[in-house]
């Protein structure tokens, strides 16, 4: 499913302290009643709701993966710059992996990227517009004092929270350069921080595997490789995946478990109470059980 709205936490209906919080929530759209009926396969979907049912965050769900396959080695942190960037801290020598969103991934330099070019583009290719401008490190310091760049995983989040409003007025007046710069060096910033803070001096990570569209933003791999110097930043192509494949093939095998009534969770990722089977079956036309 496309995820078009995460509230794990439960917003506050109103302003105020005080005010009452709306129950944990998410939605994910892409019908799989239809799909199934369209192809004739059995289809697995709508992942999220089972997590934060089970008292999760709902997200991220990819740590599952990246433990499965990844953490038989030494330690690495298996970073997803998406619209919102996560990441997963596997490894032989990590029996409770760690794995939290760690603020925006492409969400805020997409935004810009589309205002810039009055809807022509859709993203900073290359992260070329970014590599011109000007870094507004006073912006870069108002933003990353927002609280949830302070609080503990488990934690996750989303466009309700990255969009435009987050970003700070002033910022939003400057020219493109600067605008699409600032936020470039930002979300690697935030990044690096939530590292350092929370990964760092807990684990004895060697590496930084990085998938997601964001390893295609030139501008943003080389702020992340300036800022991490001790740790060797690396695409996720070097091992055989496409960058931007990884979360389809995740989730496959995701489907693949859960049709197979195995596990498909990492509780120690969302908080859940405890692993779960997550996704909800729709059988195709030409599922075993029809007759």
């Keep these: 499913g496309q ?18 919080r709306r129950p944990p929530s998410t939605l994910q759209i892409g019908e799989s009643s239809v799909i199934a009926e369209r192809t004739g396969v059995t289809v697995v979907s709508d992942f999220r709701p089972r997590d934060i049912a089970a008292g999760g965050q709902g997200a991220p769900l990819v740590p599952f993966f990246d433990r499965r396959f990844f953490g038989s080695g030494f330690a690495r942190s298996m970073l997803n710059i998406g619209g919102i960037a996560n990441t997963c801290v596997v490894g032989r020598s ?23 070019s009055k809807g022509r583009k859709h993203f900073d290719a290359n992260g070329a517009l970014a590599a011109v401008g000007t ?80 390893v295609f933003n030139k501008t943003l791999m080389d702020h992340l490789r300036a800022l991490f110097r001790s740790v060797k930043v690396r695409s996720i192509s070097d091992f055989g ?51």
């Design 3 to 20: 995820t078009i709205f995460h509230d794990p936490s439960g917003r506050p209906v109103s302003r105020g302290d005080r005010s009452p």
């Design 94 to 116: 990590i029996r409770h992996p760690v794995a939290f969103d760690t603020g925006p991934g492409n969400c805020l330099m997409d935004w810009a990227a589309t205002r810039a």
């Design 135 to 214: 870094i507004d490190l006073s912006a870069v310091s108002r933003m990353a004092a927002h609280p949830y760049f302070s609080k503990n995983p488990p934690k996750s989040s989303g466009r309700e929270l990255f969009n435009e409003s987050f970003i700070p007025k002033e910022l939003l007046h400057a020219k493109p350069g600067t605008l699409l710069a600032t936020l470039t060096y930002f979300t690697a910033f935030t990044i690096f921080v939530a590292h350092e803070r929370l990964i760092f001096p807990k684990f004895p990570v060697q590496e930084l595997v990085v998938s997601g569209g964001g």
């Design 241 to 291: 995946i496409h960058p931007q494949a990884k979360e389809p093939l995740a989730f496959a095998y995701f489907a693949a478990q859960a049709a197979s009534g195995k596990i498909n969770h990492l509780p120690s990722g969302t908080g859940a109470k405890g692993v779960r089977i997550l996704g909800k079956i729709t059988p195709g036309a030409r599922f075993k059980g029809i007759r």
